[in-house]
């Protein structure tokens, strides 16, 4: 459950790489509001050639910053305005969390906002992070193929000290 108390409402405009400056800040839970698409007012043109994948159990986090880069401002309103129920039954109550945090969404943006110039350095933690779960995933799934895969990755990172400010405990 979240919560906005009294003294906690603002409003304020971002440019695109402003918004992917903040979307991995907990505060206020911007985490969870950057990847949703639900509880939003978009321009409809902001849609065109936008493609949801359809052969994934969740897709929001694939697409929803492609909308963010086609838009010229973002607008926030730090105010609940909107009740989302995660039921037993509903996708998030029960799909993994490598589902929920696909690897390939980050490695996606990585590789647009690196070519756009903005700067991917949380992008990067975040696809670190990624990798660890889905590294644990395909273990617990028994997965060889994917699970080397991640352990390669994470090797190839720790050669290149590219994660060095995250614990070793993590890769192990």
Known sequence: MFYINEGQYFEKNYTPSEWFEIEYESEYNL??????PWGKLYRASL?????YPTDTKVEDDLTTWKVYL??????????????????SESVTGHVNQIDIYP???VTERIALLK????????EEKAYYWR??????NAL???????????????????????MSNLSNKQSK
């Open 103 to 105: 690897l390939e969404a």
């Open 131 to 136: 990798l660890i779960l889905c590294r644990d």
């Open 140 to 162: 617990k799934e028994g997965n060889v193929i994917k699970y080397r895969d991640a352990l390669q990755k994470i090797a190839i990172l720790q050669k290149f000290h590219k």
């Open 115 to 122: 070519l756009l110039g903005i700067d991917t350095t949380k």
């Open 70 to 87: 086609l838009a010229d401002k973002i607008s926030y309103q730090n105010e609940p305005s909107y009740v989302h129920r995660v039921m």
């Open 31 to 36: 985490s969870q509001v950057f990847v949703v």
């Open 47 to 51: 849609f065109k050639n936008i493609v």
